[in-house]
Each structure stands twice: as structure tokens, then as C-alpha cells.
T-cell receptor, first 112, second 109 residues
Framework: NAGVTQTPKFQVLKTGQSMTLQCAQD?????MYWYRQDPGMGLRLIYY???????DKGEVPNGYNVSRLNKREFSLRLESAAPSQTSVYFC???????????FGPGTRLTVT | TQLLEQSPQFLSIQEGENLTVYCNSS?????LQWYRQEPGEGPVLLVT?????EVKKLKRLTFQFGDARKDSSLHITAAQPGDTGLYLC?????????FGTGTRLLVSP
């Protein structure tokens, strides 16, 4: 049982490049989330998907887009990367919103 | 806006010491979760407390939910280096989970 998986684990981008972070869960959870975590700060919610077919903005959505591809997969896209998007990105899932969340191992992204 | 403040922000102690981490809010939550995040990994759920006044124990860790369900504490007895990490509380509101600001704990041998 893999839980929540994320790819890639590490990525370096140049300013203006684009990329997609992939996330998949095998726990049949309805809700999925993308967070960023910066040094000295807690988790900040970027986007979430309460259920398959729906997505909503979190507290820091600017510069990102998401796709809930199916119940298992939720991707995060940076269309034009900026140095301010250098961070560690975590995907998480839960049975429903406000229930316990299960996190992936994270993607460490550096934008130069 | 629901906010969860954790204190202290940083804690550096010696192995064997006891410590308490606090998680406070002015909002009422239906439940409160505690997570631990080790360096280089994602947060992992430790416990969920649901009832006001509830106390749960996980080996040397004791979690308490405040009577009014606005605050919580985590007490670690005889801390060990393996307890090192970032501790996050998270309050469950209506259709929403709010994460606290985090407490970074370093336990030295």
C-alpha cells in the first residue's frame, strides 16, 4: 500500500519554465490537496479538490493551476516559474475535507 | 479567519527532559489533529482528539483537547532524539482543516 506518491522528488527550473508536479493516492480518498512549505513557515494551502471533478483555490493560488485527473490523481502546474515559487510542495489526501490528511514525501523545487 | 497559534516556535532540549507544546485558537473546532514531520519527509498523523477534555496517550506522548475545544497540548515525557521534528496541530472546522504555525523540536543526546 503506497499511500500518497509524488513525482519528481527534486526539480530545478529556470525562471519562466513550466512544469507539472504529479500526485497519486491509492486509499480511495475523495479529497486531495496541494500545499507549499517554506522555511520558518507552516503549511500553506495552494489548491484543493474536495471530490473528483471539483477544484478550489486555497490561500496562495496565484501562479499555479491544478487538475483532478480522476479520483486517484491530482496534479499541480506552474505555467511560468518564478524564484518566489522555490519551496517544498506536498500533496495530501483525506476521506473527506476536514478529516485526517495523509501526505506524500514532497517535491523540492528550486527556481533560479 | 480561523487561526491556530503554536508555542513555543522552537524548542531545543536534552534527552530525558519533559516538554509541552501548546496549540491555541479563538475558534471552536470539531476535532484537533497532531502531526509530526521529520526532516525531508511529509507530515505524519499522530493522533486525533474529538471530545472536549479528551486525553490520549501514545507511548511517551500525551495529547489533550481543551474543554471548550479551542486549544490543545502535547506533552512529551523523557524526550528522545527520535522525537526531533516539526510538530503541527490542525483544527477541523466546517469543511476545512486549519494547520497551526508549527513547533520545531530538537532533542540532543
Amino acid at each position: 500500500n503506497a499511500g500518497v506518491t509524488q513525482t519528481p522528488k527534486f526539480q530545478v527550473l529556470k525562471t519562466g519554465q513550466s512544469m507539472t508536479l504529479q500526485c497519486a493516492q491509492d486509499m480511495n480518498h475523495n479529497s486531495m490537496y496541494w500545499y507549499r512549505q517554506d522555511p520558518g513557515m507552516g503549511l500553506r494551502l495552494i489548491y484543493y479538490s474536495a471530490s473528483e471533478g471539483t477544484t478550489d483555490k486555497g490561500e496562495v493560488p496565484n501562479g499555479y493551476n491544478v487538475s483532478r485527473l480522476n479520483k486517484r490523481e491530482f496534479s499541480l502546474r506552474l505555467e511560468s516559474a518564478a524564484p518566489s515559487q522555490t519551496s517544498v510542495y506536498f500533496c495530501a489526501s483525506s476521506v473527506y475535507r476536514a478529516y485526517e490528511q495523509y501526505f506524500g514525501p514532497g517535491t523540492r523545487l528550486t527556481v533560479t | 479567519t480561523q487561526l491556530l497559534e503554536q508555542s513555543p516556535q522552537f524548542l531545543s532540549i536534552q534527552e530525558g527532559e519533559n516538554l509541552t507544546v501548546y496549540c491555541n485558537s479563538s475558534s471552536v473546532f470539531s476535532s484537533l489533529q497532531w502531526y509530526r514531520q521529520e526532516p525531508g519527509e511529509g507530515p505524519v498523523l499522530l493522533v486525533t482528539v474529538v471530545t472536549g477534555g479528551e486525553v490520549k496517550k501514545l507511548k511517551r506522548l500525551t495529547f489533550q483537547f481543551g474543554d471548550a475545544r479551542k486549544d490543545s497540548s502535547l506533552h512529551i515525557t523523557a524526550a528522545q532524539p527520535g522525537d526531533t521534528g516539526l510538530y503541527l496541530c490542525a483544527g477541523a472546522g466546517f469543511q476545512k482543516l486549519v494547520f497551526g504555525t508549527g513547533t520545531r523540536l530538537l532533542v540532543s543526546p
